[in-house]
Structure formats: structure tokens, C-alpha cells
């Protein structure tokens, strides 16, 4: 069953690239990639809003890529999605690969899906904007899909009197949300996903705490390991360094989380590298420099 399906996946592969005029060498590259220790296929999509206000019109647009997961480096750009994204997620229980957009796209507000061999994106149901949630405009975005086909996702709540986050869950047939508001955190950059025995984790960006008493400040990152059902802490884990590990995803093969580190220093695209999470121990460590200016990644098993 195995060989099958990576026979489909590298079948369908090649006849994207032989239909792009792609040269002999590049598909031998790109299956020799597929191959190589037998690692998942590893996708993201470049291009963040790049608005000049929270909520206003984003200046980018996106487009789908082929990512090394051994290194982070770049196999092979797909095309663009036609909108600007904002969480990216695969659902083994249909096949698809779906994204969030970003509250000033130029398009479309919601849940699409985003044909893995050549990047175009669709929305789910055109008439379902906002996720279909009424009032305030709802920033959803580091969605992840559970090995049973449920979607879930995270936005921040900047605006008072709200006093944490917000956890959604999405039906991928509709694109509508429900909204699960005070989760009890209080997040910057997010990675919701996924990961071994289904457990859902949440990677919030490095922080500090202040000691009441003493005053002293120490530098934290947590790892939350939330309720599916509400989105609401379990436990929290430390992790060491203190590294922002944002938008990624677990691999399916061994249980690290991989997430996406910018840096903000450097002129746009931003420059962009990726970082694995242990989970069991809590350390961070880097897997390399990426493509400029990602913004998401999903793993295929």
C-alpha cells in the first residue's frame, strides 16, 4: 500500500513537471528529493499580507512550493494560489490541501483548498466569508486537521475587552467556523498542529515572565497542549532556546515539530528559516535557512 501511493504521488509529480516543459534533470532532481530517506512530501507558501494596518488590504498574494524537509532548501516553486495565505494544513481523510486567507485579501476571506501539483487556490464555498462568523472580522490562520479529518485553527485576540484567544473548529464541507473564545492564553506568532497520538499543540512565540515578588524577568517559550474540544491548556511545556517556530507542522515520521522563524531585521521578503521542536524534551534546534519571505508549511504523509 506504501509503494502505491508514493507510485501515485511520484507519478503525478513528473506529469507536472513533463506538461511545464520541465528539463530531464529537474524531475530526476525532484524524485530523487521525494526519495531520499523516505521522508514526507513538505509543501509551503511564500508571501505573507504585507498590509500597512492590521485588517487592510494585503500587498502579496501567495504561491505554493516544494520544500527539502531535510534541509528546509528549495525544490521547486509550484505556482501561485491567487490569494494571500495564512495557515496551511493537509486532511489525509480526503486527499486535500487546505488554507486560511488573510483578513485583506483582495479575493476572498475564509477556507480554500489549493491543488497540491499546481498551486491554484479555491475557495471552499464562495458565499462563506469570514468563516461564516458574524460580527468582528476573524483573523483565523495555523489551522491543522486530526488523523479522523477534523480541522481546527487559532487567531489572536488584539482588541479588548477580550482577555485571551480564540480556538475555532471547521468544517472543511462549508468553510464555517465555531468559535471557542478564552482559551486562557495569550499568544504572539502561533503553530497549531497535530502531532503523534493526536495530540494537539499550540507554539507560542518567546516571552518573558516577571517574578512578583523579586521582579526578576526570565525568558520563556511554551509549547501548550491544548483540549481539542475547546482549545483550552492541558499542560504547558518549556522550550529551550527561546526560538519564534511559527505557522509549521509536524512530520509524520518522527514526531518533530517544524516551524518557521523570521527575521525581521531584513528587508522584505523576509528572510525565513525553519526549526524542529522536540515536544518530549523541549529542545529547539535549527534545521536550516528556507525560502525568503514563507509564511506556512504542511507535511504530506
Known amino acids: 500500500m506504501k509503494k502505491l501511493r508514493w507510485s501515485i504521488i511520484l507519478a503525478a509529480v513528473i506529469s507536472m513537471a513533463v506538461a511545464q516543459q520541465a528539463s530531464a534533470q529537474s524531475i530526476l532532481g525532484i524524485v530523487a528529493q521525494l526519495l531520499h530517506v523516505k521522508q514526507p512530501v513538505l509543501l509551503g507558501t511564500t508571501g505573507s499580507c504585507l498590509n500597512a494596518f492590521q485588517g487592510g488590504p494585503c500587498t502579496q498574494t501567495s504561491t505554493l512550493v516544494l520544500l527539502d524537509p531535510d534541509t528546509g532548501a528549495l525544490i521547486k516553486t509550484i505556482g501561485p494560489v491567487g490569494f494571500t495565505v495564512n495557515g496551511l494544513a493537509w486532511d489525509r481523510t480526503t486527499g486535500k490541501l487546505f488554507a486560511t486567507t488573510a483578513l485583506g485579501d483582495l479575493k476572498f476571506h475564509g ?20 468563516f461564516g462568523l458574524t460580527g468582528d472580522p476573524a483573523p483565523v490562520h495555523s489551522i491543522s486537521v486530526d488523523v479522523f479529518g477534523h480541522m481546527v485553527g487559532w487567531y489572536d485576540e488584539k482588541i479588548p475587552p477580550a482577555s485571551s484567544d480564540t480556538y475555532v473548529r471547521i468544517n472543511q464541507n462549508t468553510g464555517v467556523a465555531t468559535e471557542f473564545l478564552n482559551t486562557g492564553i495569550n499568544t504572539s506568532q502561533n503553530g497549531v498542529s497535530f502531532g503523534e497520538f493526536n495530540l494537539l499543540w499550540n507554539f507560542d512565540s518567546p516571552t518573558v515572565e516577571i517574578d512578583p515578588i523579586t521582579q526578576v524577568v526570565t525568558p520563556v517559550q511554551n509549547a501548550y497542549l491544548l483540549n481539542p474540544f475547546d482549545g483550552k491548556p492541558l499542560l504547558t511545556k518549556r522550550l529551550s532556546p527561546q526560538v519564534a517556530v511559527a505557522l509549521g507542522d509536524f512530520n509524520p515520521v518522527n514526531n518533530l515539530y517544524y516551524g518557521l522563524n523570521f527575521n525581521p531585521a531584513s528587508n522584505p521578503p523576509f528572510e525565513t528559516s525553519i526549526w524542529v521542536v522536540d515536544v518530549v524534551s523541549g529542545t529547539v534546534t535549527p534545521l536550516g535557512a528556507t525560502v525568503d519571505g514563507l509564511h506556512t508549511l504542511a507535511f504530506i504523509p
Open 111 to 130: 477556507l480554500i483548498t489549493i491543488n497540491p501539483f499546481t498551486g491554484a487556490g479555491k475557495p471552499v464555498n464562495k458565499n462563506v466569508v469570514n
